[in-house]
């Protein structure tokens, strides 16, 4: 009977994100006004009072959803997890809660992870799509045999739950892809709204960039496992983890295999921590017996 604790990636953000803790915790405060004096502009304002425009900017987003939920999981007096998992981005958040990573270096990565994505995003434009009710071979099939026979880039990047893959790529790859997709029998097959191709091999030049700041980063053992996107299992070793967070912005996020290994491992219960309740309708669609909670 394991607790597990989990934390949301980007788009989970929201106006007015965190305000409630800002204004009635002491702490809270404390850790708002720390995060904007280390990333040098007031973070805290554009969380509270931006606009749905000023909160998509990808260097506001990643630090915004990082530091709500790592506010929201102190909040949680009695918080100890017998292992932790992270959504992409939310694998940060993930870091800090079993001590693999302080709050202050983890926000310093996710500042420099989002500048050197929307640097990546700026050199080619690229996007993602959302695949509805196809299987995960099928999808992956297709990826492959677009970019056989074109040259362009299409991967399977989000593993979200059954029956929900987003895929990831070059703009011309990803629109005939999303056309085979549907002659293939998806539901649906639509681009999304996002900067670009995250969890492909066009984020190259931003895996090179976050790698230098990784690397010069003092990580520490773990107090209980990490369910790392890019190998969706248990794992301790803090120079494993460093080359897992390093390998994730070109890799895919297996979330679908992350919930199942956790759960394999004896999770019986899941608290998401952080902005939204993605999360906890991932998990439920990914194991409908499961007990889903959330922190925000």
């Keep these: 009977m394991k607790h597990a604790f989990v934390f949301p990636g980007q788009g989970s953000q929201f106006r007015g994100m965190g305000k409630e803790h800002y204004d ?11 995060a904007n004096d280390l990333l040098g502009f007031r973070i805290s304002d554009i969380m509270f009072n931006g606009t ?8 506001v987003t990643q630090p915004a959803v990082f530091l709500h939920s790592i506010v929201a999981y102190r909040t949680i007096e009695s918080a100890s997890p017998d292992m932790v998992a992270g959504h992409s981005l939310g694998e940060f958040s ?6 693999t990573l ?15 994505m929307q640097h990546a995003c700026e050199r080619k434009p690229s996007t993602m799509a959302a695949v509805i009710n196809l299987s995960d071979d099928k999808v992956e099939a297709i990826c492959a045999a677009v970019q056989e026979e074109t040259g362009e880039v299409v991967v399977a ?9 987003v895929i990831s790529g070059s703009i011309k790859g990803i629109d005939i892809a999303c056309e085979r997709m549907k002659a293939a029998g998806a539901k649906r097959a639509m681009v999304l709204p996002v900067g670009g191709a995250f969890h492909s091999p066009l ?4 895996k090179r ?3 230098t700041a990784i690397e010069a980063t003092k990580f520490h053992n773990p107090t209980c496992a990490v369910y790392q996107n890019v190998v969706a299992r248990a794992v301790m070793d803090k120079d494993e983890i ?9 890799g895919a996020v297996r979330w679908t295999q992350s919930v199942q290994s956790m759960i394999a491992d004896g999770a019986s219960r899941f608290t998401e921590v952080g902005p939204g309740k993605v999360l906890q309708g991932l998990i439920v669609k990914i194991e409908k017996a499961m007990e889903v909670s959330g922190v925000s």
């Design 203 to 206: 984020m190259e030049p931003a």
């Design 209 to 211: 960039e976050l790698r």
């Design 242 to 250: 460093q080359q897992n967070l390093i390998d994730q912005l070109t």
């Design 157 to 165: 990047a989000n593993y979200n739950c059954p029956g929900q893959l």
């Design 52 to 59: 749905d425009e000023d909160l998509k900017q990808t260097n």
């Design 24 to 34: 009635n915790s002491v702490f809270a405060k404390k850790l708002f006004e720390q």
């Design 94 to 99: 993930a870091l800090v809660a079993n001590g």
């Design 102 to 116: 302080s709050f202050e270096d983890a926000l310093q990565l996710v500042a420099v992870r989002a500048k050197a």
